[in-house]
């Protein structure tokens, strides 16, 4: 069941499906960069189509079938969108990020790999594109996804899981493991949209398993006076915790629809 509280219309492209006793399990694996246009300096042309490797050292092995990734769709120079889908198959018509003009976007994408695990991306228009490899699907992978009716784990608007607005560059703990439906113990990684609320300047947040020093890793781009949510899939830490870090002040709402475990 899809709701929206304004008049608009709707896309949904489906990717994918779990059930019981079928598919492959899933491997989450702290988020690893495995391709980024910035460097080169050199915007992506329209029409561009990008090869991302999922495998190597520390990414999925040779069996894996499916990949969970985080794309960034950065400075488009107009609006677009980006496609992903496995190499070595026909591209379909499909939109995994839109951007707007002058805007940069990430979102969450799972996707079925080619044969030899390599991902394809189409950019419509002039962009930077940046790839964040967060887990893999396939037959030695160990965990299982548990969906939930999504509940709210937390909501700075109401203190919730934390109280009041996120400042720049200040990192914040929240138990998630025992939470709604989460058990307490057996979850490894958890499913949740983030939504950013009220920015007065656009900046990006940072989910990770409390690591000593925060990945130089980007989930969710918001810009300033609006709202802009996308789906986080992140490995929790060894006491079930997520640490939240953004670099710009903003509410934060977070969702939780699933785990892995």
Request: overall charge neutral; glycine content about 10%.
């Amino acid at each position: 069941c899809v709701f929206s509280n304004v008049g608009t219309h709707v896309v949904v492209d489906l990717f994918g499906s779990f059930a019981p006793g079928s598919g492959n399990r899933f491997e989450p694996i702290s988020a690893q960069r495995r391709f980024d246009s910035r460097p080169s300096g050199a915007v992506l042309p329209a029409g561009s189509v990008v090869r991302v490797a999922s495998r190597g050292a520390g990414a999925a092995p040779a069996d894996s079938t499916a990949a969970s990734f985080t794309v960034h769709a950065l400075d488009a120079a107009a609006g677009g969108y980006v496609t992903v889908w496995p190499c070595g198959t026909t591209m379909p018509v499909v939109s995994s990020v839109n951007v707007a003009a002058g805007t940069s976007v990430t979102n969450a994408v799972d996707v079925a790999v080619g044969s030899g695990g390599d991902v394809c991306f189409f950019v419509s228009a002039p962009m930077h594109l940046a790839v964040d490899l967060a887990g893999w699907y396939g037959p030695s992978a160990t965990t299982e996804f548990h969906a939930l009716t999504p509940f709210r784990l937390a909501d700075t608007r109401q203190g919730t899981g934390w109280q009041g607005s996120f400042a720049r560059n200040t990192e914040r703990r929240i138990d998630v493991a025992g939470a709604g439906g989460i058990p307490a113990a057996a979850a490894r990684a958890v499913v949740a949209q983030f939504t950013a609320v009220n920015a007065p300047a656009g900046g990006f947040l940072t989910v990770h398993p409390c690591l000593a020093r925060a990945p130089q890793r980007s989930m969710l781009r918001y810009p300033a006076s609006a709202n802009m949510a996308a789906l986080v899939n992140s490995v929790l830490s060894a006491d079930g915790d997520w640490c939240v870090v953004t670099n710009a002040s903003t509410d934060l709402v977070v969702d939780v629809t699933g785990w892995f475990g």
